[in-house]
């Protein structure tokens, strides 16, 4: 079961989502620092409030603190754009990956059927030469060579038509 757990663990899904967990917590205290250190008091100096995270509304004995959900909100909108703008790139990237792929099997289509009409007229060539009627043949009984549509020996008068036999 030890075994099997350290597989499942060390296979690259896994370590793939860790590595991805970790670099996300890394990212959001650098956008939560961003939008606390930087993006906020420049949305201060507009509004004349210089913490927005003590923002808060009293009704009675509860305090409702709006100004540290919309810091949050400012965080969340950072973290969502870089998010989506990583993704339609990889998107780009994974779609002239595939584009490419494609192209590289319809050259490799285009290139199988080059190679199958040449190595068949090749063939063609090969068989029109092999089959072409011969000009000449041995006469079975003097052994003298003759022309191939011969029908009688020139040399030893012998009929060389071969008689069917009787048809019906």
Do not use: W
Not at 6 to 30: L, R, Y
Not at 105 to 117: G, L, M, Q, W, Y
Not at 146 to 168: D, E, G, Q
């Amino acid at each position: 079961m030890l075994k099997e757990f350290k597989e499942f663990a060390t296979k690259g899904n896994i370590m793939d989502m860790a590595i991805g967990v970790i670099i996300g917590g890394a990212f959001q205290k650098i956008v939560t620092s961003l939008v606390n250190d930087i993006i906020m008091p420049a949305i201060a100096i507009f509004t004349g409030k210089m913490d927005f995270s003590n923002l808060v509304f009293t009704i009675g004995d509860s305090s409702i603190k709006y100004g540290s959900f919309i810091t949050t909100i400012v965080d969340f909108l950072i973290i969502a754009f870089s998010i989506f703008i990583a993704i339609k790139s990889f998107n780009k990237l994974n779609d002239k990956t595939k584009e490419n792929l494609e192209k590289m099997a319809e050259n490799n289509k285009h290139f199988r059927k080059a190679k199958k009409k040449l190595s068949k007229l090749n063939a063609e060539d090969h068989t029109s030469k092999d089959t072409q009627e011969p000009t000449t043949k041995v006469c079975p009984f003097c052994f003298s060579e003759i022309n191939y549509r011969a029908t009688k020996c020139p040399h030893c008068t012998s009929s060389l038509v071969v008689k069917s036999k009787n048809k019906k």
